[in-house]
């Protein structure tokens, strides 16, 4: 089996902080994503990659970049952190195809800006 | 465009109560239809997926039943347990196949 190893687990940031956090997988999926997940709002799509070197937006990209320089890892940065803002970022690949479908997910990094 | 609804924010039962969560969907497609888990501390797990319409899915003792006819996809069980105490996901992948949309998940809360 493989698994998906977030980091870090907590971020704390300061506002106007640019945060970044890693997703690495060891499953060889080609599909990444990450979301956003807040409480009442469920899991919000921010990017998702198609394969290496792919981005593409999701429904909540503004003030987010992504990068997917390696199969098995996807980058998220907050490129400027909103004050009181407190959120949990989850990062998944997915396997699909032959009659599979199935996102597996990493733990999530909680995030708080003081 | 493309949506899920989950109308139930929190369902809080007994065990061995049966469970029924609501999920209907929109979508001008033949989408695949999923329920994912998350239990606390963890992230969301795949409970179940349907890919043709008027299948079932099942795991676990959990059911759905993908409805075309009614665009719904509810989650029912009999006689839950408190270890399924958790948040479910309905969500559905369709027009852009890459992209899956959740539903804003329903917390479960069993009490013993």
């Known amino acids: 089996g493989g698994i998906i190893t977030q980091t870090p687990k907590f971020l704390i940031g300061q506002e106007g902080q640019k945060l970044t956090l890693k997703c690495q997988q060891n499953?060889?999926?080609?599909?990444m994503y990450w979301y956003r997940q807040d409480s009442g709002k469920g899991l919000r799509l921010i990017y998702y990659?198609?394969?290496?070197?792919d981005l593409q937006k999701g429904d909540l990209s503004e003030g987010y970049d992504a990068s997917r320089e390696k199969k098995s890892s996807f980058s998220l940065t907050v490129t400027s952190a909103q004050k009181n803002e407190m959120a949990v970022f989850l990062c998944?690949?997915?396997?699909w195809g032959g009659g599979q479908d199935t996102q597996y997910f990493g733990p999530g990094t909680r995030l708080l800006v003081l | 465009g493309d949506s899920v609804i989950q109308m139930q924010g929190q369902v809080t039962l007994s065990e061995n109560d049966f469970l029924f969560i609501n999920c209907t969907y929109s979508?001008?497609?033949?989408?695949?239809l999923f329920w994912y888990v998350q239990y606390s501390g963890e992230g969301p797990q795949l409970l179940l997926q349907v890919t043709t319409a008027n299948n079932k899915g099942s795991s676990r003792g959990f059911e759905a039943t993908y409805d075309k006819g009614t665009t719904s996809f509810h989650l029912q069980k009999t006689s839950v347990q408190e270890i399924d105490s958790a948040v479910y996901y309905c969500?559905?992948?369709?027009?852009?196949?890459?992209?899956?949309?959740f539903g804003k998940g329903t917390h479960l809360h069993v009490l013993p």
């Open positions: 990659s198609i394969t290496e070197n």
């Open positions: 998944a690949s997915r396997d």
């Open positions: 969500a559905m992948s369709d027009t852009n196949a890459y992209k899956v949309i």
């Open positions: 499953f060889n999926h080609d599909t």
């Open positions: 979508t001008t497609g033949y989408p695949t």
